[in-house]
C-alpha cells in the first residue's frame, strides 16, 4: 500500500499508472534511491524541454521552479531535500513520495515497487482558480509524460 493512501481522499485530481516489469526488476525490490535515479534519467528530451518551459511561464507569476536543471538531487536522499520542482516527502521501503505545496495547489507523486509491477501516482489538490486552470492546462501533458516516464522507468530498473 502506498505511503499516499491515507491522503489520497483530500486530493480532488488523481492519476495512476501501472507499469508491468519483467526480469529481475520484477522480482528485486528497489530502494527509494534507484527509485530516485530512474525517475530523473526516464524523462525524454521533450520532457525536460517542458520543464524548462513550464519554470519560464511561472516564475514571474511568483511559483516555485525547478532553478535550472528540473531532475537534480540538491543534496541526501532524505525527506525535505529538492529534486528540481520536487520535494522529497517520504521514503518506505520500496517507495518514493515526492511533492511541493504552493499557493495554488499541492501535488504529490509516489513511485512505488511491487512484485511485477511499478505504480505512478500523481495527486494535485488546488487551492483556488488559478491551481485549477493550471491543472487544466498542464492535465493533458501530465498523462502523457507519466506514460513516458513510467515506461522508461521500467527499462532503467
Known amino acids: 500500500m502506498s505511503l499516499l493512501a491515507a491522503d489520497a481522499a483530500a486530493y ?3 492519476d495512476h499508472k501501472c507499469q508491468p516489469l519483467t526480469g ?3 522480482a528485486t525490490p528497489p530502494d527509494p534511491s534507484c527509485l530516485l535515479t530512474a525517475f530523473t534519467h526516464a524523462a525524454p528530451g521533450w520532457v525536460d524541454g517542458l520543464m ?3 519554470d519560464r511561464v511561472v516564475a514571474p507569476l511568483g511559483l516555485k521552479t525547478g532553478a535550472g536543471d528540473p531532475f537534480v538531487l540538491q543534496g541526501p536522499l532524505q525527506p525535505g531535500v529538492q529534486v528540481g520542482v520536487f520535494r522529497v516527502l517520504a521514503l518506505g521501503p520500496h517507495e518514493l ?3 511541493e505545496d504552493d499557493r495554488h495547489l499541492d501535488f504529490r507523486l509516489s513511485l512505488l515497487w511491487q512484485p511485477g509491477a511499478l505504480h ?6 488546488p487551492h483556488n482558480l488559478a491551481g485549477r486552470a493550471y491543472l487544466a492546462l ?3 501533458w501530465h498523462h502523457l509524460i507519466a506514460a513516458a516516464m513510467g515506461r522508461r522507468m521500467a527499462r532503467l530498473l
Not at 505512478?120 to 489538490?125: D, G, H
Open 12 to 14: 480532488g485530481w488523481q
Open 24 to 26: 529481475a526488476a520484477a
Open 138 to 140: 498542464v492535465s493533458p
Open 52 to 54: 524548462r518551459l513550464r
Open 120 to 125: 505512478v501516482t500523481t495527486l494535485v489538490r
Open 97 to 99: 513520495v515526492l511533492g
